[in-house]
C-alpha cells in the first residue's frame, strides 16, 4: 500500500508541476541554508572534545578586580607552572605554552614553521597521536623536537624524519633533533602548532625564569584523577596570592572591587572543553552565543520554509476537493487519505532534502577557500551522527508541515466536496498566526542586519588614536634578527620618496597573513605601588610611523644610549594611574631584581587592540635583546602598488627563500572584526531568505482568499465597489498582521541586539529609527506581494464568478 501511494504521490508532484516547484523551492531553501548554518554549530561545538583527557584540562588565567571593572589575564610568568605543579596537590600536570617563532633550517633550506614551547608534561596531556617515533615522552630531551605530519612531510618529504637534525630558532638558531611525528592538529583544535620544543630553549628564559611578573604565555594543567575544579583553584589560588602579595596589597590599597571570595586579585580555571567560546580568557575564542544566535537563526529559517509549506498547501487543498470527495465516494477512509496526502508531503520534503544536501556539499567545496569556511565541514555533513539529526529534521518537518494540511483535507464532507463549497473561516487563528510568526521572524532578521551591519562599520571606522593609512605590516621571519634587519631596510629605501618611516615591534595591529595575535603584559612598582600596563618592545620611529608625538616629554632618539636600556614611554592612561601631573623623568621596575626604567615621555593613548575592548595603558620599550616580530613602513600614499612590490623586492634580497607575507595595516585591522562581518553577511542572507519565504506564505495566503471570495468581489462589483475599494477589503487583514508582526518583533530585537552589544566596549545606540525603518520594510513588501494579486482579483468580470448563482 504504501508503494501505490509513493505512486501516486508522485504523479501528482509532476502533475502540479507549479505547485512543486514553489513547494520544493521554499523547502529546498530552507533546508539549504538551515542545514549550512547547522553545520556550522555542529563544528563549534565540537572543538577540542577529541581530547581524551578533556574532563580534566584547564587553562589557568587571572582576574584583576580593578575599580572600573574586572580585568581578565590569560598570561602567566615563566615561573608559574612549575610552581602550579609542584606547590598544588590537585594538579598532576601543567605546561607552558609559549611562541618560539617560525624560522626552521633543514639542509641549508629555510622554512617557515610555527614553533611552540612546551613542557615535557605537554603530550601526556593532549591527545596528540605519535605516529612515528617515541611514543613514551618526546620532549624529555631539550634537544628534541616534535613535528606534525604535514610539517615532517614539508622539511623532510618522503624520508623518514625521526632522528633527523635540524636548526631551530627559538631567539638564536640551535641544532635540535627529531624525536617525534604526530598527527596533524585537528582543524576543531584551540591548540594549533607545527613543531613542538622545550620552553626552556626560548632566548629570555634563562633571564626570566623565575619570574611571575613578564606575563607572555598561556599555562595548561591536568588535575590527578579525583581532583576537583574547585580544589585546584584554592590551591593556584593561595600560591599566587603569596608569590604575588605585591600586587595583591595594592589593588586592595587601590580600591580595588573584591570577588566573591574576598579577593581583589585571584587565579582561576577555566575547563579547557569551554575555552573556544571564553573570549576573556582565549584570543581566538568565539561567543557561545553567537553560535547559539546562529543555531536558533538555522532553526527559524527552517520553520519559515515549514510554515510556508503549511500555508501553500492549505491553499492548494481547496483544488482537491473534488478529488477528495471521489475518493472518499469509492471507499476511503480518513486514514487512508490521511496516509496517501502525507505521503505526498513526504516526498516533496525528501526530494527537496536531497537536493539541498547536495547543494550544501557544492556550497562547502566552492566556497571553503574564498569565506575561510572550515573544511571540516564538508567531512561532518556525511558523519552518520550528523546524517540521522539531519533526517530526523526532515522527518519532524514532513509531520509539521505536512501533517495538519492532510489531517484537515481528509475531514472534508463528501457533499460539500463534490458540490465544490468547501470554504475556510475568513479568520483562521491557525492560519493568521504562521503569518504572524513568518513576519515576526524576518522583521527579526531585518531589524538585527541593521544593527550588526552598523555596529561592524562602526568598529571598522572607529578611531583608533593613530593614523592607520598607507602603512605596510610585514612579519618578520627572523624575529631574533628583527632590529638589523629593519636597520638594513631602512638603508636600502632611505632614498626612496614614496617611504615616509619604517619602524618595528614585537606585536602587530590586525590580523595579518601570519594570522598571530601577541599580547604582553607587565606590572610595575612606583612608590609602593603597583601599575598595570599593556608592554611592547619596538624601535625607532613608531610614533612618527602611526602618525604620533609625545604630548609630554620627549620620544626615543638614538643619540641617547639610555634609550636602549632604561628608558620607556607611556601612554596617557598609563600616566593617570601614577596621579601626578608630571612624571617624566620618574622611574619604576618590573621586580624587585630588575632595573629601574625611567620615564622619558608620554604620548597619546592608541588602542593597540581591537575596540570590542576598553582603552588600556600602554608602556613602549627598546629592549635590544626582545626580538621584533613585525616591521611597519609608513609610505606616502602614491602608487601604493609599486612601493610594496619595491618593499617586497627589498624584503626578499634581505630574507632569501622566505614568503613575502606583508599586508596593508588597514586591511589587518578590518581582520579584527571577521566575526563581525561574517554575521553581518549571515544576517543580511537570512533576512532575505526569511523575507521571501515570508511573502511565498502570504502569496499563498492571498491567493486562499481570493479564490474563496470571488464571488463576494463579484457582488461588490456588481453593486458599484472600485478596484481600490475591493483590493483594500481584501488586503487589511493582511496588513494587520503584518503590523502586529512588527510590534511584536520590534521589543524582541531590540532585547537580542542590546543584550549582544554588551560584549563591545565600543557600541552603537539602538535608535527608534532603526525599527521604524524595519517597519516600513515590511509593509512595503507586504504591499507589494499583495497588490498585484488583489488588483487582477478586483478587475476580473463580474460574470465568470457570477455565471452559476
Not at 23 to 29: A, E, T
Not at 568 to 588: W, Y
Not at 771 to 778: E, K, S, T
Amino acid at each position: 500500500m504504501f508503494f501505490n501511494s509513493l505512486k501516486i504521490a508522485w504523479r501528482n508532484l509532476f502533475r502540479n508541476r507549479l505547485h512543486s516547484i514553489i513547494n520544493i523551492g521554499g523547502l529546498i531553501i530552507g533546508f539549504t541554508i538551515g542545514i549550512l548554518i547547522l553545520l556550522v554549530v555542529y563544528d563549534q561545538l565540537s572543538y577540542d572534545k577529541f581530547h581524551v583527557n578533556r574532563d580534566r584540562l584547564y587553562q589557568a588565567y587571572q582576574v584583576f578586580g580593578r575599580k572600573t571593572g574586572d580585568d581578565y589575564v590569560s598570561q602567566f610568568g615563566f615561573a608559574a607552572a612549575p610552581a602550579f605543579k609542584e606547590e598544588a596537590p590537585a594538579i598532576a600536570r601543567a605546561s607552558r605554552f609559549a611562541f618560539g617563532g617560525g624560522n626552521v633550517v633543514y639542509n641549508d633550506k629555510e622554512l617557515d614553521i610555527t614553533v611552540m614551547l612546551v613542557d615535557e608534561d605537554f603530550l601526556p596531556m593532549f591527545s596528540f597521536p605519535v605516529v612515528a617515533g617515541n611514543s613514551g615522552n618526546p620532549l624529555q630531551s631539550l634537544s628534541g623536537v616534535v613535528i606534525t605530519e604535514a610539517t615532517a612531510k614539508k622539511i623532510f618529504g618522503n624520508e623518514n624524519a625521526v632522528g633527523k637534525t635540524l636548526k631551530v630558532s627559538t631567539g638564536e638558531l640551535k641544532a635540535m633533533t627529531v624525536m617525534a611525528v604526530v598527527k596533524d592538529c585537528p582543524l576543531n583544535s584551540s591548540i594549533r602548532f607545527d613543531m613542538l620544543a622545550r620552553v626552556e630553549n626560548r632566548s629570555d628564559f634563562a633571564r626570566d625564569r623565575a619570574n611571575w611578573d613578564r606575563q607572555h604565555h598561556p599555562v595548561f594543567i591536568e588535575l590527578k584523577e579525583g581532583a576537583t575544579q574547585q580544589q585546584a583553584e584554592n590551591e593556584i589560588r593561595s600560591i599566587t596570592r603569596k608569590h604575588l602579595a605585591e600586587w595583591y596589597a595594592e589593588l586592595e590599597r587601590d580600591g580595588g572591587r573584591p570577588d566573591k571570595n574576598g579577593d581583589v586579585y585571584a587565579a582561576h580555571l577555566m575547563p579547557f572543553s569551554k575555552l573556544h567560546f571564553a573570549p576573556r580568557v582565549n584570543d581566538r575564542a568565539i561567543n557561545k552565543a553567537v553560535v547559539y544566535t546562529v543555531m536558533t537563526v538555522g532553526i527559524l529559517i527552517i520553520l519559515i520554509a515549514c510554515f510556508n509549506f503549511v500555508n501553500i498547501n492549505l491553499a492548494k487543498a481547496f483544488t482537491r476537493s473534488k478529488e477528495i470527495g471521489v475518493r472518499k465516494c469509492l471507499g476511503a477512509g480518513k486514514t487512508r487519505l490521511f496516509s496517501q496526502l502525507w505521503t505526498e508531503s513526504f516526498l516533496l520534503c525528501t526530494v527537496a532534502f536531497l537536493i539541498s544536501l547536495t547543494a550544501v556539499n557544492l556550497l562547502l567545496h566552492s566556497i571553503s577557500g574564498i569565506q575561510r569556511i572550515n573544511a571540516n565541514l564538508a567531512t561532518i555533513l556525511w558523519k552518520p551522527d550528523f546524517l540521522l539529526l539531519a533526517v530526523a529534521v526532515l522527518v519532524a518537518v514532513s509531520f509539521i508541515a505536512g501533517g495538519y494540511p492532510s489531517w484537515l483535507m481528509a475531514r472534508f464532507q463528501v457533499a460539500e466536496t463534490l458540490k465544490g463549497k468547501v470554504t475556510l473561516r475568513r479568520k483562521s487563528l491557525l492560519r493568521s498566526s504562521l503569518i504572524v510568526i513568518q513576519f515576526v521572524i524576518a522583521c527579526i532578521m531585518i531589524s538585527c542586519t541593521g544593527i550588526i551591519y552598523r555596529q561592524f562599520k562602526h568598529l571598522q571606522n572607529g578611531d583608533l588614536g593613530f593614523n592607520k593609512e598607507h602603512v605596510i605590516s610585514i612579519p618578520l621571519n627572523k624575529p631574533e634578527n628583527g632590529r638589523q634587519t629593519i636597520e638594513k631596510l631602512r638603508t636600502r629605501l632611505s632614498s626612496q620618496s614614496s617611504i615616509r618611516s619604517i619602524t618595528g615591534s614585537n606585536i602587530n595591529i590586525g590580523r595579518g597573513r601570519d594570522g598571530s595575535t601577541t599580547r604582553s603584559a607587565v606590572t610595575f612598582e612606583y612608590q609602593g605601588e603597583l601599575i598595570k600596563t599593556l608592554i611592547a618592545s619596538v624601535d625607532y620611529n613608531y610614533l612618527e610611523t602611526f602618525g604620533l608625538k609625545t604630548i609630554n616629554g620627549r620620544d626615543f632618539d638614538r643619540s641617547y644610549a639610555s634609550d636602549t636600556q632604561q628608558n620607556v614611554i607611556i601612554s596617557e592612561s598609563m600616566a593617570r594611574q601614577f596621579r601626578e601631573k608630571d612624571i617624566t623623568g620618574k622611574s619604576l621596575s618590573s621586580d624587585t631584581s630588575a632595573p629601574r626604567w625611567n620615564i622619558i615621555g608620554v604620548f597619546p593613548d592608541f588602542h593597540l587592540y581591537s575596540l570590542r575592548e576598553p582603552m588600556q595603558p600602554l608602556t613602549l620599550v627598546i629592549n635590544p635583546s626582545d626580538e621584533i616580530n613585525y616591521c611597519f613602513i609608513k609610505t606616502s600614499g602614491s602608487n601604493m602598488v609599486g612601493t610594496i612590490d619595491l618593499v617586497k623586492k627589498e624584503m626578499e634580497t634581505l630574507e632569501p627563500g622566505k614568503e613575502f607575507r606583508g599586508s596593508y595595516l588597514d586591511e589587518n585591522i578590518n581582520n579584527w572584526y571577521e566575526q563581525e562581518r561574517t554575521m553581518s553577511l549571515m544576517f543580511s542572507i537570512a533576512a532575505l531568505i526569511s523575507v521571501i519565504l515570508s511573502c511565498m506564505g502570504l502569496l499563498a495566503m492571498v491567493l486562499l482568499m481570493i479564490q474563496q471570495r470571488v464571488k463576494e468581489i463579484g457582488m461588490r462589483k456588481v453593486l458599484g465597489a472600485s478596484v481600490q475599494q475591493i483590493s483594500f477589503l481584501i488586503s487589511r487583514d493582511f496588513l494587520g498582521l503584518v503590523g502586529l508582526a512588527v510590534l511584536i518583533a520590534t521589543p524582541v530585537s531590540w532585547l537580542v541586539m542590546n543584550k549582544w552589544l554588551e560584549d563591545f566596549a565600543y557600541r552603537i545606540p539602538i535608535r527608534w529609527w532603526m525599527f521604524g525603518l524595519m517597519a516600513i520594510i515590511a509593509i512595503i513588501v507586504a504591499l507589494l506581494t499583495i497588490s498585484f494579486n488583489t488588483i487582477r482579483a478586483a478587475r476580473q468580470n463580474p460574470v465568470k464568478s457570477l455565471r452559476t448563482e
